[in-house]
Structures are given as C-alpha cells and as structure tokens.
C-alpha cells in the first residue's frame, strides 16, 4: 500500500486483513512456482546443510568488528539451531540472546534460558505489558498496516548492543514447520480435490486470520471479492505437485515474502542495523525446496524440519527443542482483554478509515463490545486498529510515530 490517499489499493488493504500480507509489494526474497519445488527424489545432505548455514555466518560476519552480537533467540528449532551454529564458528564471541516474555502468555523465555546457557550467550529477556504500546512507531517504520510486530521490540532491544542482529527466520518454509497446518490440510483434502478446493482448504488452515463474516468488515469502496482472493492463490494449487509440496509453495510465496520478511528488514534498516538469517541463505532457498517432502515432515508423529533437527541432535543439542512448534506468540485473547478493547474503542468510535469509506462501521458497532469475543475477532479487530493507525500517521497525518497506546 502505498501511503497516500490517492493510491490506496482496495485490493492491498483486502489482503492484508484477510491474508495478512500483500503481495503487491516487492519483495527481497525470490518469488517461486510449482517447478522450484518438484522434488529431486534424493536424501538431503545433512552435512551440506549444516555447511551452508555456517558459511553464510562467516561470509556475513566478515565485517564484524566488534566482540558482540545479538540474536533472537524463542527457544525453537531454527534459532536454537542458528545459536548453536555461531557458537561453533565463533567460540570467543560475546553473544547476546534476545528473548520476549508477554503478558498474560504462555512463558517460552525460561526454555530459552536453558538454551543461552548451553551456548555461554548471555540471555536479555523483554518483558512485555503492553504488546500494543509502541505499534504508532513500528508501523511508521515498516509502513504497513501490520500488528503483529513483536520484530520491532526485539530490534530495538538489540540496537545499543550491537548492530549484527541474527535469527531463524525461514525454517518453517523451506523445511517444514508449520505441521499444525499440515495435518489439517491432509485432513481436508485428497488426490482428487479441486484447485479451488484445496485453496479454500488452505484458508482454513489459516482461520485465525479471518472471520465467518469476513466480507461485512469492508464497503463497496474496498471492493472485497473471494473470487479475487482465490485467483491469487489458485496458481498455487493448480499444478503437478503433491498436496503438501503446494502447501509448502503457497506457504513460501506467502507470509514469508509479503510479511514476516519485509517487515523484519524494514524495522531493521530503520535503525541502521543488520540482519542475518542464515537459514534463508541463497542456497538454501535454491535447493532446498528440492528435498523430497518425506525429509522434511514426518506424517505419523507430525513432525517437522526434521533435516534441521538432524543437524541439532548430529551435534548432540536435540534435547534442548521439543517436537513442538515454538516461537514469539502473544496470547490475543488476553491482550484484548488488557488493553486491546480499550484501543479499539477509543479509536474505531470516531474511526478515520470508516469516515473515508474503507470499513464498515456497522460490523465494527456488532463485535466490538461482544463478551468472550472469539480469536478470529480479535485478530481482525487489531489488524483495523493498525490500518486506523497506519491512515492517521500517513494519509490524514494526524498521529504522530512517536505516540504510545498506553
């Protein structure tokens, strides 16, 4: 979307609060199609794995002259890998493990202690109140209408340490992470299902990012259709892939490239910073979309990244991770109940992006006071919270990025 009121994409703003991204934007990461993920139909080469992620360490750190660096550090497979991986290539390095610690969340942070522990990194542990508080200015930073910004604080934490922020980011679509979604996709589909079918089946593994009456949320001025949103993804679904290779093609050329990774860069160049996920090395995405799914993801125990997994318990740290997926994840439920209800009410009851003619007020005057509002809801209400945020701070230019929501 770009950030003034006369180029405003109805088609944008429909994707990232029904898709959570947008891929109209440019992304950094190569775009991928069916063929990139036919499978080689060989097992991969741990070993050669393991090499290119440490490679791309040391060609990154060239650079680096100083004794410190920071990682992000949730306590998974990928960053509890890349920790391991720069202890190994850099024994005397002062490493400093970031870790969030939400409110009213589950608590992944004293796992990740034990983690930074193994590997001698000191361990910083952000302590979070409000998830919400400073989404004007990391918004003014990525310059999308994003919520879900925990990237931000974990930046900002790593910026007077040093200025190499490292993390895990692209093991679960290059090596299969998201099993949760994988087991439910195998659930609703089979050989003989439709394109069409298998997209609408993907969007339901995806169900906390819309609601049931999804479409009510915009006017006609947004222009919402599932056709459109279906075309987008169909292409996806539509070729001579397995089932799960598909999954993993629509997964890749999704939230990865049009959210989780231009977000992250973004906050990162804000502050003059670099970023190095040497798991999304050149490689790597080359090859290993290539990996036949059965090294990758396990059908009966459901488990995933099973070639990263591999490289852990090869160097004898697989006990540190469990089989679940694990990562930066703030309890919505409990936030809205904090704080988010509050937000919205202030500012959706005289809302800018309602007074244009964007979103419908009607739905926003039907959900928001309903008591034990379900996830999807809330998700959706604080995906509008940012949009409101996002016109105010670039198209009425009203807010200011240096205002708190607390």
């Known amino acids: 979307m770009d950030n003034n009121s006369q180029s405003i994409n109805p088609l944008s703003l429909v994707n990232i609060l029904t898709l959570r991204y947008d891929p109209s934007i440019i992304p950094n990461l190569p775009t991928k199609n069916f063929q990139h993920f036919e499978s080689i139909h060989e097992q991969p080469n741990v070993d050669k794995i393991e090499k290119s992620i440490c490679k791309n360490i040391e060609q990154k750190l060239q650079t680096f002259d100083k004794q410190?660096?920071?990682?992000?550090?949730?306590?998974?497979?990928?960053?509890?890998?890349?920790?391991?991986?720069?202890?190994?290539?850099?024994?005397?390095?002062?490493?400093?493990?970031?870790?969030?610690?939400?409110?009213?969340?589950?608590?992944?942070?004293?796992?990740?202690?034990?983690?930074?522990?193994?590997?001698?990194?000191?361990?910083?542990?952000?302590?979070?109140?409000?998830?919400?508080?400073?989404?004007?200015?990391?918004?003014?930073?990525?310059?999308?209408?994003?919520?879900?910004?925990?990237?931000?604080?974990?930046?900002?934490?790593?910026?007077?340490?040093?200025?190499f922020l490292v993390s895990g980011d692209g093991g679960d679509e290059l090596f299969g992470g998201y099993t949760f979604r994988y087991k439910k996709f195998l659930s609703l589909?089979?050989?003989?299902?439709?394109?069409?079918?298998?997209?609408?089946?993907?969007?339901?593994?995806?169900e906390r990012d819309r609601v049931s009456d999804q479409e009510d949320?915009?006017?006609?001025?947004?222009?919402?259709?599932?056709?459109?949103?279906?075309?987008?993804?169909?292409?996806?679904?539509?070729?001579?892939?397995?089932?799960?290779?598909?999954i993993f093609l629509a997964d890749y050329n999704g939230k990865l490239l049009y959210n989780f990774n231009p977000v992250n860069s973004r906050i990162i160049n804000s502050l003059e910073m670099n970023l190095l996920t040497p798991i999304l090395n050149d490689d790597l995405i080359l090859s290993a979309p290539h990996i036949p799914i059965e090294y990758k993801y396990d059908e009966i125990t459901n488990i995933g990244k099973i070639p990263l997994r591999s490289i852990l318990k090869k160097n004898g740290h697989d006990s540190l991770v469990s089989s679940e997926k694990l990562g930066f994840n703030v309890n919505t439920i409990n936030l809205w109940k904090s704080h988010g209800h509050s937000l919205c009410k202030e500012f959706l009851s005289d809302s800018r992006v309602v007074k244009d003619g964007w979103i419908n007020n009607e739905w926003i005057q039907k959900h928001i006071d309903s008591p034990e509002l379900d996830v999807k809801y809330v998700n959706k209400f604080l995906g509008i919270l940012a949009f409101e945020i996002w016109y105010r701070l670039f198209i009425t230019k009203e807010m200011s990025s240096n205002t708190t929501l607390d």
């Open 68 to 163: 410190k660096i920071c990682i992000a550090l949730s306590g998974g497979v990928d960053s509890t890998l890349v920790l391991s991986l720069l202890r190994k290539i850099k024994p005397d390095i002062e490493i400093e493990a970031l870790s969030i610690k939400f409110a009213n969340s589950v608590d992944e942070t004293k796992n990740a202690s034990k983690i930074a522990d193994t590997f001698d990194a000191n361990h910083t542990i952000i302590n979070l109140e409000n998830y919400l508080s400073e989404l004007p200015k990391a918004i003014s930073m990525i310059k999308l209408p994003f919520w879900d910004l925990h990237w931000y604080y974990v930046a900002k934490a790593s910026q007077p340490i040093s200025k």
């Open 217 to 246: 949320i915009f006017t006609k001025k947004s222009n919402f259709s599932w056709n459109l949103i279906h075309e987008q993804l169909i292409p996806y679904f539509d070729n001579s892939l397995s089932n799960l290779e598909q």
């Open 189 to 206: 589909t089979n050989e003989t299902s439709s394109p069409l079918e298998k997209t609408k089946a993907y969007l339901e593994c995806h």
